[in-house]
């Protein structure tokens, strides 16, 4: 018999029941919680005079309403703010852990549960959010659920799943400087299209992803629904021990060595057989940039935006032109020479320490271009703030012009006041680019934190790599 | 949970592949925290001439004539018809609860998006998936004959065309008796609650930081 996938593993660790059709009942171990997808939960859950299962499984926070504005203390808008005391209430009437709005902990969820190791190896991790899959990059089965799925898992502790098939994205040799894990993604996502991923767990493997930081690890899988997958995971090696090590909800004494020893078999078995496997080389990918409106839509810095004339598939060719004629774009036009209003740095994507290393690196005594309307720092987290700040990259982006805001989803879905207006376009470092995503008719191109930072300086794109 | 059993509905077609939830249902209207309240803004960014937000009258807005759902030939209709991963991106439950609201009960696509695709049965809405060249000659029929209906039968797992040509489709035995039946799936997952309490037990014995 050939050996499991690191899929398998976590799938067969997990099943409570399975009935004769192959549905099974998985048991949940971390359940993340913020205001937008649970109120209606907690209020099923009241109707039907039903409690939560687990509350220490559940680590709440707001983030996507919650203004950026340095030093607010209030949220203007009265149906965001009912929302977010909605979660408060909750938070409250259920005792659960809470990170509200004034903790210095509070953030965006996919990048508060791994900095405080809520996010463990093993684990099976959920939220009503799609971009759980970040939470993969520790060789954890997790994904995104929909708001009767929060509320079943609230009050089972299980989901009822089947099993998805499984993919392995590999990504051999070694990727040249100045590329990040964002153009790797991007790349993977060009490759095997938006739906490429639908029906299966992905695995990314391979040298060029063993070499990524635990940072640039989770912005992969974070991606990995962009390419369709519910879920994306990447084995334990000591990249993620050593990224664990002394964290807030981390084992530690005697559980540690217990508990590094079974992490240590989070891997796909060599003789593992996948559903399918792609396969990508490192070495040929350049930074990348989206020019419409689905993360798919993706070219090399150096290319031009491509001609929906030449496209054979009637559907793509027809989804193309909607998108040119969106995004107000000709066909052939060099990447370069997108216009650009905005740049927008942050969101559970690129919103981590590294990133902003990444990005500061680039802008260090450098000035955003006046032709600009604003350019934009949110950090992921309150302690990502913190950590950038001790520094001095905060002074960094200042000095540059960059706008330095408080923690939070802000213009990755524009829910709270940093928006897009009509017509604008935005280099952002966020996952999706989809009609007015960052606002209405507003205009996305996704792109690496070091693609952004060089954009913002030169106003418009330029390839980092000889910038 | 709502009984889906047999639906004969008006088809209207929105031929576009990739519709993402964030189009389904725009980001202003998921401040709500009500269950209820969406079907006004399905679609808004398409659907109306104005910039939506929340508390607008929909009555009153000024609609696109080019939005296939605005068309009055597609006024009533149940049964959307779309391209390819319908349901993409967010896993927002308000994209289902906007489309129920407005009326539709069953979405035909060539595949869907995985968590739109769980979230549908939740609230009683039928996503079917019918292979791509179907797809293209059901878009071809709906177009060329007004009054378009579709038979869905949830039963004998088959879309029936005002000609009577049947096409079946495949759907998971148990999503599909929760939904003939109305099922509670929550109610139903309790039933396990002994084995569930077990399972816990066990794990707390082999990797208690689970439980930290
Ligand atoms: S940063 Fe963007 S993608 Fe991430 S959770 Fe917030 S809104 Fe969703």
Same mark, same amino acid.
């Given at each position: 018999m050939a050996g499991k996938t690191l899929y398998d593993k976590l799938w067969d660790a997990h099943v409570v029941h399975t009935d004769a059709n192959g549905t099974a009942l998985l048991y949940i171990d971390r359940h993340l919680v913020h205001e937008v997808t649970s109120p209606q939960a907690f209020g099923g859950l009241q109707l039907a005079g039903r409690q939560p299962w687990r509350r220490d499984s559940m680590i709440a926070m707001p983030d996507h309403n919650t203004p950026t504005t340095p030093g607010?203390?209030?949220?203007?808008?009265?149906?965001?703010?009912?929302?977010?005391?909605?979660?408060?209430?909750? /938070?409250?009437?259920?005792?659960?852990?809470?990170?509200?709005i004034g903790d210095p902990r509070r953030g965006i969820v996919h990048v508060v549960?791994?900095?405080?190791?809520?996010?463990?190896?093993? +684990?099976?991790?959920?939220?009503?959010?799609?971009?759980?899959?970040?939470?993969?990059?520790?060789?954890?089965?997790?994904?995104?659920?929909?708001?009767?799925?929060? =509320?079943?898992?609230? /009050?089972?502790?299980?989901?009822?799943?089947?099993?998805?098939?499984?993919?392995?994205?590999?990504?051999?040799?070694?990727?040249?400087?100045?590329?990040?894990?964002?153009? +790797?993604?991007?790349?993977?996502?060009?490759?095997?299209?938006?739906?490429?991923?639908?029906?299966?767990?992905?695995?990314?493997?391979?040298?060029?992803?063993?070499?990524?930081?635990?940072?640039?690890?989770?912005?992969?899988?974070?991606?990995?629904? =962009?390419?369709?997958?519910?879920?994306?995971?990447i084995a334990v090696d000591e990249t993620t021990i050593a990224y664990l090590q002394n964290r807030a909800f981390a084992p530690s004494g005697d559980l540690w060595p217990r508990a590094v020893a079974a992490w240590r078999e989070l891997h796909s078995d060599p003789d593992a057989?996948?559903?399918?496997?792609?396969?990508?080389?490192?070495?040929?990918?350049?930074?990348?940039?989206?020019?419409?409106?689905? @993360?798919?839509?993706?070219?090399?810095?150096?290319?031009?935006?491509?001609?929906?004339?030449?496209?054979?598939?009637?559907?793509?060719?027809?989804?193309?032109?909607?998108?040119?004629?969106? +995004?107000?774009?000709?066909?052939?036009?060099?990447?370069?020479d997108i216009p650009l209003d905005r740049v927008f740095i942050g969101s559970c994507t690129n919103g981590r320490i590294e990133d902003l290393r990444a990005a500061a690196a680039v802008i260090q005594g450098r000035t955003v271009a006046s032709s600009l309307k604003q350019a934009l720092v949110v950090p992921g987290s309150g302690l990502v703030k913190r950590q950038a700040e001790t520094e001095g990259l905060d002074r960094v982006f200042k000095q540059a012009g960059f706008e330095w805001r408080e923690p939070g989803c802000s213009m990755c879905l524009a829910m709270n006041a940093d928006r897009l207006l009509p017509g604008e376009h935005c280099a952002a470092t966020s996952n999706r680019n989809f009609e007015g995503r960052q606002g209405q008719g507003g205009r996305t191109h996704l792109v690496s934190p070091a693609m952004a930072a060089a954009a913002a300086i030169a106003g418009h794109f330029v390839d980092v790599r000889t910038f | 949970m709502k009984v889906f059993n047999q639906l004969k509905g008006l088809v209207v077609p929105l031929d576009r592949a990739n519709i993402d939830t964030d189009a389904?249902?725009?980001?202003?209207?998921?401040?709500?925290?009500?269950?209820?309240?969406?079907?006004?803004?399905?679609?808004?960014?398409?659907?109306?001439? #104005?910039?939506?937000?929340?508390?607008?009258?929909?009555?009153?807005?000024?609609?696109?004539?080019?939005?296939?759902?605005?068309?009055?030939?597609?006024?009533?209709?149940?049964?959307?018809? /779309?391209?390819?991963?319908?349901?993409?991106?967010?896993?927002?439950?308000?994209?289902?609860?906007?489309? #129920?609201?407005?009326?539709?009960?069953?979405?035909?696509?060539?595949?869907?998006?995985?968590?739109?695709?769980?979230?549908?049965?939740?609230?009683?809405?039928? @996503?079917?998936?019918?292979?791509?060249?179907?797809? #293209?000659?059901?878009?071809? =029929?709906?177009?060329?004959?007004?009054?378009?209906?579709?038979?869905?039968?949830?039963?004998?797992?088959?879309?029936?065309?005002?000609?009577?040509?049947?096409?079946?489709?495949?759907?998971?035995?148990?999503?599909?008796?929760?939904?003939?039946?109305?099922? #509670?799936?929550?109610?139903?997952?309790?039933?396990?609650?002994?084995?569930?309490?077990?399972y816990e037990i066990r794990r707390r014995e082999e990797a208690p930081w689970l439980f930290a």
């Open positions: 607010f203390t209030e949220i203007d808008d009265p149906v965001s703010r009912l929302q977010v005391e909605t979660l408060d209430d909750n /938070a409250h009437r259920y005792t659960l852990r809470y990170f509200p549960g791994p900095e405080q190791g809520a996010t463990l190896p093993g +684990m099976t991790v959920v939220c009503g959010d799609s971009h759980t899959s970040t939470h993969g990059a520790f060789a954890a089965l997790a994904f995104g659920i929909g708001t009767s799925e929060v =509320e079943h898992v609230m /009050a089972t502790q299980c989901l009822i799943q089947k099993k998805s098939k499984t993919m392995q994205v590999c990504v051999e040799g070694e990727i040249g400087p100045g590329l990040t894990a964002k153009d +790797m993604v991007l790349a993977i996502i060009g490759r095997i299209g938006a739906a490429g991923g639908t029906g299966y767990a992905i695995e990314f493997a391979g040298e060029a992803i063993r070499a990524l930081s635990m940072e640039g690890r989770m912005t992969v899988c974070n991606m990995a629904i =962009e390419a369709g997958a519910r879920s994306g995971m057989v996948f559903d399918r496997v792609v396969t990508l080389d490192a070495a040929t990918i350049k930074p990348q940039v989206t020019w419409g409106t689905s @993360p798919e839509m993706v070219a090399a810095v150096d290319e031009r935006i491509p001609d929906p004339a030449r496209e054979l598939d009637p559907i793509k060719r027809s989804g193309m032109e909607k998108a040119l004629q969106y +995004m107000g774009l000709q066909p052939n036009t060099p990447i370069t | 389904i249902i725009p980001k202003q209207f998921l401040k709500s925290i009500k269950r209820t309240g969406f079907g006004g803004n399905l679609f808004d960014a398409w659907r109306y001439l #104005d910039h939506g937000e929340p508390g607008m009258a929909c009555a009153k807005r000024p609609l696109n004539p080019d939005f296939s759902l605005n068309q009055p030939r597609y006024e009533g209709a149940s049964i959307l018809l /779309a391209r390819e991963n319908f349901g993409c991106g967010s896993s927002r439950e308000h994209a289902v609860w906007a489309l #129920d609201e407005y009326g539709i009960r069953c979405v035909i696509a060539p595949s869907f998006a995985d968590i739109f695709f769980t979230n549908s049965f939740k609230s009683g809405l039928l @996503p079917v998936v019918l292979d791509t060249h179907i797809v #293209d000659q059901l878009f071809h =029929e709906v177009e060329a004959t007004s009054g378009y209906r579709l038979i869905v039968d949830l039963h004998a797992q088959t879309v029936t065309t005002p000609d009577g040509a049947a096409f079946p489709f495949d759907v998971d035995e148990f999503r599909k008796q929760c939904l003939l039946n109305g099922w #509670d799936d929550i109610g139903l997952t309790l039933r396990h609650a002994d084995e569930i309490r077990a």
